[in-house]
């Protein structure tokens, strides 16, 4: 089984700018979740789907969202970025319900934010 | 609030040593809880659960709810183990994932 991709790998943005992030889960998981990564702060829980539906939450500003389809492929956004939002965005998919299951990480996706 | 403490940012020890990387946990209830390592320029990954009792390319961890830890043991490192190590914990009606800071291992030849 291919395991779960990350498209951008890079990306530069500016201030001020919106941002998309792609996540294809390992085919038949249905369960996404999204997490930032920053010296600084580790490794933080942005959300998770399930069935295109958002079941958890961690404790980001609204600027952050995040979407599911029905193919189980999931998008995070960032809109009106910062310079503190310069991180490596992992994406995590799991055959379980929320919260079970073991987490198949993505190789993320390297945001810099200028 | 769950939380996850790993004291070490970094951690090197010779080969053929033993090693211990240290997890400490905040949490009122039962955990689950998760090592996960990420080797050079490599994913993420589970390394073992605690509820599976298992031990992974010879590490080990044991779960004490007295002292709330977790820590990863190995009595013979190689320099193969040389990597970022992180402890998780899943708790909560959340259920989601919390890391802590991780430890860098460094087995030094």
């Known amino acids: 089984k291919a395991g779960v991709t990350q498209t951008p790998r890079y990306l530069i943005k500016t201030r001020g700018q919106q941002v998309t992030l792609s996540c294809s889960p390992i085919s038949g998981h249905r369960s996404v979740s999204w997490y930032q990564q920053t010296p600084g702060q580790g490794l933080q829980f942005l959300f998770e789907y399930f069935s295109e539906t958002q079941r958890n939450k961690g404790n980001f500003p609204g600027r952050f969202s995040g979407r599911q389809f029905s193919n189980s492929r999931s998008e995070m956004n960032v809109s009106t970025l910062e310079l503190g939002d310069s991180a490596l965005y992992l994406c995590?998919?799991?055959?379980?319900?929320?919260?079970?299951?073991?987490?198949?990480f993505g190789p993320g996706t390297r945001l810099t934010v200028l | 609030a769950q939380r996850v403490t790993q004291p070490e940012k970094l951690l090197s020890v010779f080969k053929g040593a033993p090693v211990e990387l240290k997890c400490n946990y905040s949490y009122s209830g039962s955990p689950e809880l998760f090592w996960y390592v990420q080797y050079s320029r490599q994913r993420l990954q589970l390394l073992l659960r605690h509820i599976s009792r298992e031990s992974i390319k010879g590490f080990t961890a044991d779960l004490n709810k007295g002292e709330t830890s977790f820590h990863l043991k190995k009595p013979f490192a190689q320099e193969e183990d040389s990597a970022m190590y992180y402890c998780?914990?899943?708790?909560?009606?959340?259920?989601?994932?919390?890391f802590g800071s991780g430890t860098q291992l460094t087995v030094l030849p």
């Open positions: 995590a998919s799991s055959t379980g319900t929320v919260g079970t299951g073991e987490q198949f």
């Open positions: 998780a914990l899943r708790a909560g009606s959340a259920r989601q994932l919390t």
